[in-house]
């Protein structure tokens, strides 16, 4: 069975290939021993494989064949024909008991059932010249393997919505080329929530923090 998973722990900013801007990220943080909510990643190579094993790409392409993009109707209308062809297309047997296997050792160590956010994380976040945050689905409060693969899909399939094939369009990025890993994380209670940029996003300044 090829390894379609990986611990946080296991990943770094090297790995923005094998596990998107987001897992990449995450994994800085635990090798900086920041409290991070356990998770573990559903990598690339699982997606990768997921087109391949359906012979998704071509008709997926061919959606997009002749797209008028300045079209917004029409760009939802073909976007929501590829999302029903990645969800509905069977799951490869091995990377379905990779993620139940991964899932299940969540369920050791935090107890069964545990509640988890299912958060996609594409190749092409975070990039120097594009952002492409929030392009993609995340699903909270996920319990049970089931419920956890059936999600998986839903992230996959929202590489492809209407908002991120018209900016991958407008940034010159071709479509076959970006991939999709899936983050299964704990979800954690908590009482406030916010975001943080260690530097200033309008002027680039390192030396700024916004909260």
């Known amino acids: 069975m090829e390894n379609y998973t990986c611990l946080l722990s296991e990943i770094d900013a090297n790995s923005l290939a094998q596990v998107g ?3 990449a990220n995450l994994g800085e943080l635990v090798r900086a021993n920041l409290p991070v909510p356990a998770a573990f990643c ?3 190579e699982a997606y990768r494989q997921q087109i391949e094993s359906n012979s998704l790409l071509a008709p997926v392409l061919n959606e997009l ?3 008028d993009y300045d079209n917004p109707l029409e760009i939802e209308s073909r976007a929501k024909k590829i ?3 990645i969800v509905a297309a069977e799951m490869p047997a091995d990377i379905d008991e990779a993620i139940r296997k991964a899932y299940s050792q969540l369920e050791s160590e935090l ?3 545990v509640e988890v956010s299912v958060r996609s994380s594409a190749t092409l976040e975070d990039l120097p010249g594009a952002s492409f945050a929030g392009q993609q689905d995340t699903y909270l409060n996920i319990q049970g393997s089931d419920a956890v693969i059936s999600h998986v899909k839903q992230c996959w399939a929202s590489l492809w919505t209407d ?3 018209s900016y991958r369009q407008r940034q010159g990025f071709a479509h076959e080329e970006v991939l999709l890993a899936v983050v299964v994380q ?3 209670p908590s009482e406030v929530a916010g975001v943080m940029f ?3 996003p309008v002027t680039s300044n390192p030396d700024e923090i916004f909260l």
């Open 186 to 188: 704990e979800m954690f």
């Open 198 to 200: 260690t530097v200033n």
């Open 163 to 165: 908002r991120a094939i």
């Open 21 to 23: 801007g987001k897992g």
């Open 42 to 44: 559903v990598n690339t």
């Open 83 to 85: 999302r029903e062809m």
């Open 111 to 113: 107890g069964e059932n």
């Open 65 to 67: 064949e002749g797209l």
